[in-house]
């Protein structure tokens, strides 16, 4: 009995949900799905990892390399028959003086060879190549964490605009049924003979153009949600639940604080972790005047079928080289990853320049939103208590329809002035967290 009623009250709770619900998402969950799934996103992190294994790479450089050679030929040229069969350990003396040895017959050989070499000193360079590789994987790693905060912001922001044209519909078709309200009462009144024909006419022309504004911003709502699908790397189809657009929250500090957090900006240690990688360049380069020293072991197996090994040796050799003249290229070399270097140096400092310059400009659109949004709210209460003074008189036959429909639309206009006021409020928070090297989520209320 209790398996039958549990049943049935699933049933009635699944009944009672809307069919094709849409999913509920919040600003922090969009911005959290954008920073793991938007495509950007995930393409920084990929090259973050190609980075991490390229530094594996070369610290591979470092170790023994071993190699495995399987060699077959024939050949009759007297030197290397004599060798060959020597290495074979085939070679007998009384076949060698009884037949000619200037024209010995076809020699089948095969060589199995396992050869050993690790590098020794090499100048400086191969500590310096993983010093440089070092560096750009943990650029690239920053610059993956950049690309997903720029991608929690552009999805935040395309969430603003969606739950802003949500609401601007809402706004619109609440104005229409106001009109069209206002329509209503002008027909009443002109088959009573107290206003003339002409103003119900213009009420009419009214409530036709608010059909074509709900039109047009559900046109535009469409547009926004799949934007919005798009920066969440998901079906441009979907739609979701959003909670409404709130008043955006006081700035917790002045331009100073947010000056200071901006130096430790994702982007700006990418770009100083790939300045230091420059300068090691010319250090890598100057390798080129010092000796090299490496040891090679080679073990060979050699017989007349491939894969024998009748004979076998082994070899140990250790080389040792230096490049005494190259006609000044390494010179060349060195000279221009300093340049390089000197040039990338006054690129990070302008860089740094710039983002100082972004965050101040960010800081100054924040402070001019929410002065802004403050406005449109005290201008929304103005043209409500208008609005409601002008519908009074129009009702006591002081003012004419037109004036009421005046009222009604400079209303209506009020109101999306603080909508969009208050979704640049919020949109300009969210690009002055992000240009300051902070959490997006961190400014919201």
């Keep these: ?85 020597l290495n074979q350990q085939r070679f007998s003396f009384a076949a060698f003086t009884a037949g000619d040895p200037n024209r010995p ?79 209503e009462l002008a027909r009443a009144y002109s088959e009573q003979g107290m206003i ?79 300045l230091q990688a420059g300068e090691l360049e010319a250090a890598v380069r100057r390798a080129a005047f010092l000796p090299r020293v490496g040891l090679v072991g080679r073990g060979d197996w050699v017989d007349d079928t491939l894969f024998g090994g009748h004979g076998s040796s082994t070899s140990i050799v250790a080389v040792a080289s230096l490049n005494v003249f190259s006609g000044g290229s390494d010179r060349a070399a060195v000279a221009a990853a300093r340049w390089e270097a000197k040039a990338g140096a006054e690129d990070v400092a302008r860089f740094a320049q710039g983002i100082q310059l972004q965050v101040r400009q960010a800081f100054q659109e924040a402070v001019t939103a929410r002065q802004r949004q403050a406005t449109a709210v005290k201008a929304l209460a103005a043209a409500r208590e208008a609005e409601r003074i002008t519908e009074e008189r129009f009702k006591t036959g002081v003012v004419k329809m037109i004036d009421l429909l005046d009222a009604t639309t400079a209303r209506r206009e009020a109101e999306t002035r603080e909508l969009v006021a208050r979704a640049d409020a919020t949109a300009a928070a969210l690009r002055l967290a992000v240009q300051a090297g902070r959490p997006a989520e961190s400014v919201l209320p």
């Design 105 to 183: 017959d076809f020699l089948n050989t095969a060589i199995s060879r396992v050869e050993l070499s690790l590098p020794l000193y090499t100048g400086g360079e191969l500590s310096g190549r993983v010093s440089q590789a070092r560096l750009a994987s943990a650029a690239a790693a920053n610059t993956a964490g950049w690309a997903g905060d720029q991608a929690a912001l552009a999805a935040a922001e395309a969430y603003v605009t969606v739950e802003q044209a949500r609401e601007y519909v809402a706004l619109l078709q609440r104005a229409r049924e106001t009109v069209k309200a206002h329509v």
């Design 1 to 85: 009995m209790r398996g039958r009623l549990h049943l049935t009250v699933v049933l009635l709770v699944a009944t009672a949900l809307p069919a094709g619900a849409a999913e509920r998402l919040t600003l922090r969950e969009a911005m959290a799905r954008a920073h793991e799934h938007a495509q950007e996103a995930k393409a920084a992190v990929d090259r973050a990892q190609a980075a991490g294994a390229r530094l594996k790479q070369a610290e591979g450089f470092r170790l023994p390399s071993v190699s495995l050679q399987e060699t077959w030929m024939r050949t009759d040229s007297p030197a290397e028959v004599f060798a060959l069969q």
């Design 196 to 274: 003339v024909r002409s103003e119900v006419l213009r009420a009419e022309v009214e409530l036709a153009r608010l059909d074509d504004l709900v039109e047009e911003a559900q046109g535009r709502e469409r547009v926004a949600e799949a934007n919005l699908a798009f920066r969440l790397g998901s079906d441009q189809g979907m739609a979701w639940e959003l909670d409404p657009l709130s008043p955006p929250a006081p700035l917790a500090e002045g331009l100073d604080g947010w000056l200071a957090s901006a130096a430790s900006r994702k982007d700006l240690a990418a770009a100083q972790r790939g």
